[in-house]
C-alpha cells in the first residue's frame, strides 16, 4: 500500500538552511505536498509540486523531486525562529481521491 | 468563507461513552476526509468521502462511524469511545481537480479516561 515516510527531528541553526527529507512508495502519486503545522494549530499548505516536474522554487523554499529514487525534499533558506513547525511530507494517491501523509518532521531552531 | 469548521475544540470523555465530532466546510467541496494525529505517528485516515452519500475506509477505521448526507457535513461517530482514541481529530476538505489542497479544520482533542 501507499507509505511515506520522514525522520522525526531536524535541528539547525537560525540563518542556515534546512533540508527536510521524504520517501515515499507510489510510483502513481499524481501530486506531492508540504504541509506546515504550528503549535496547537491544523496543517496549512506550504508548496507543493507535480509528479512531472523536479523542482519548483517559491522564495525561500525550495522543493526537489526524484521520482526514480521516490524521493522529496523541502529546502529552506535562511530559516528563521518562526519557520519552528512540524512539517509534513504528502502524497496524492493516483485515483486522486485520498492524500497519504508522513509522520511529519519537527524543524527546531537553535540560535 | 469560514472554511473548515470543527466542535467541539476539546472533549473528555468516560470509556464507553459515544459522541459525535463535528466538521462543517462552507467552499462546496467534495472530498471531504478524518484524521487522527498522534504523536509520532503524523496523520492517520479513519474515513473519506469523495461526495454526499459516498464514504469509504482509510487506515484506522475501526471504532468510528462517519456519513455524508450533505456536502458541507462530515460528522465522525465513536460508537464505544476507548482509550486507545485519544487523539487529535482533524477535518479536512477539498476539491477533486486541480493540485488536490486539502484545507484542515482547527482540531478536536479528545481524551478517553
Known amino acids: 500500500g501507499e507509505d511515506v515516510e520522514q525522520s522525526l527531528f531536524l535541528s539547525v541553526r537560525e540563518g542556515d538552511s534546512s533540508v527536510i527529507n521524504c520517501t515515499y512508495t507510489d510510483s502513481s502519486s499524481t501530486y506531492l505536498y508540504w504541509y506546515k503545522q504550528e503549535p496547537g494549530a491544523g496543517l496549512q499548505l506550504l508548496t507543493y509540486i507535480f509528479s512531472n516536474m523536479d523542482m519548483k522554487q517559491d522564495q525561500r523554499l525550495t522543493v526537489l523531486l526524484n521520482k526514480k529514487d521516490k524521493h522529496l525534499s523541502l529546502r529552506i533558506a535562511d530559516t528563521q525562529t518562526g519557520d519552528s513547525a512540524i512539517y509534513f511530507c504528502?502524497?496524492?494517491?493516483?485515483?486522486?481521491?485520498?492524500?497519504?501523509f508522513g509522520s511529519g518532521t519537527r524543524l527546531s531552531i537553535r540560535p | 468563507n469560514a472554511g473548515v469548521t470543527q466542535t467541539p475544540k476539546f472533549q473528555v470523555l468516560k470509556t464507553g461513552q459515544s459522541m459525535t465530532l463535528q466538521c462543517a466546510q462552507d467552499m462546496n467541496h467534495e472530498y471531504m476526509s478524518w484524521y487522527r494525529q498522534d504523536p509520532g505517528m503524523g496523520l492517520r485516515l479513519i474515513h473519506y468521502?469523495?461526495?454526499?452519500?459516498?464514504?469509504d475506509q482509510g487506515e484506522v477505521p475501526n471504532g468510528y462511524n462517519v456519513s455524508r448526507s450533505t456536502t458541507e457535513d462530515f460528522p465522525l461517530r465513536l460508537l464505544s469511545a476507548a482509550p486507545s482514541q485519544t487523539s487529535v481529530y482533524f477535518c479536512?476538505?477539498?476539491?477533486?481537480?486541480?493540485?488536490?489542497?486539502?484545507?484542515f479544520g482547527p482540531g478536536t482533542r479528545l481524551l478517553v479516561l
Open positions: 468521502s469523495v461526495g454526499a452519500g459516498i464514504t
Open positions: 504528502a502524497e496524492r494517491n493516483s485515483s486522486a481521491s485520498k492524500i497519504i
Open positions: 479536512a476538505s477539498s476539491r477533486p481537480g486541480g493540485q488536490g489542497t486539502q484545507y
